[in-house]
């Protein structure tokens, strides 16, 4: 059963970098069939995707956050990797990593089928 | 960026009660419109994807319709596990953008 765990710091100081780390289990990340995604809840703003990235490293990110964020992947220990840099307090929310499955490459359409738990980070001044 | 709007942003209904939430993009996505629960302290679930595929080991009384900038989810029959909060999310391409939800209330 595929399980996706997310770690990191849940406090971090505005400025400096938020970074997170989903650790996948129950399945290979490296498969074709699907990307690999950030996503975050916050009570002002929802549900934000923040981006996706495939084990050979291809990104999609938003463009919103593009200039701050850095996304990568470890095929060797299957966990997928997020820094966003500078945090603000505007970051402060729950991310989650979650799996998409892909049903198109170009434009790249899928829909995300699996979830981590999330975690909660606070970005503090 | 593609703007997701749904309707009730909450709905208070009974076990047994048939309910529907509207989805609408601010353009036509075709067909691209996937459907998720949240219930309080966890995390989404997918329930349908493009449109009006039930995702493997959602129960049958759920269904989702529409294509082009209006879709639904519907609900034929209330159980107590229902009562939660649901999103919209068009997948047309990058940026995806989720609906701002939709809380079920009993």
């Known amino acids: 059963q595929l399980q996706l765990q997310e770690s990191g710091p849940g406090l971090v100081k505005s400025s400096e970098t938020l970074s997170l780390t989903c650790s996948v289990s129950g399945g290979s990340i490296s498969s074709s069939s699907y990307y690999w995604g950030w996503i975050r809840q916050s009570p002002g703003k929802g549900l934000e995707w923040i981006g996706s990235?495939?084990?050979?490293?291809?990104?999609y990110y938003n463009p919103s956050l593009k200039s701050r964020v850095t996304m990568s992947v470890d095929t060797a220990r299957n966990q997928v990797s997020l820094n966003l840099s500078p945090a603000t307090a505007a970051d402060t929310a729950v991310y989650y990593c979650?799996?998409?499955?892909?049903?198109?490459?170009?434009?790249?359409?899928?829909?995300?089928?699996?979830w981590g738990q999330g975690t909660l980070v606070t970005v503090s001044s | 960026d593609i703007q997701m709007t749904q309707s009730p942003s909450s709905l208070s209904a009974s076990v047994g009660d048939r309910v529907t939430i509207t989805c609408r993009a601010s353009q036509t996505i075709s067909i691209y419109l996937n459907w998720y629960q949240q219930i309080p302290g966890k995390s989404p679930k997918l329930m349908i994807y493009d449109a009006s595929t039930l995702q493997s080991g959602v129960p049958s009384r759920f269904s989702g319709s529409g294509s082009g900038t209006d879709f639904t989810l519907s609900i034929s029959s209330l159980q107590p596990e229902d009562f939660a909060t649901y999103y919209c999310q068009q997948s047309l391409s990058p940026p995806y953008t989720f609906g701002q939800g939709t809380k079920l209330e009993i």
């Open positions: 990235i495939y084990h050979s490293g291809s990104t």
């Open positions: 979650a799996r998409l499955g892909i049903t198109m490459i170009v434009p790249l359409r899928g829909f995300f089928d699996s």
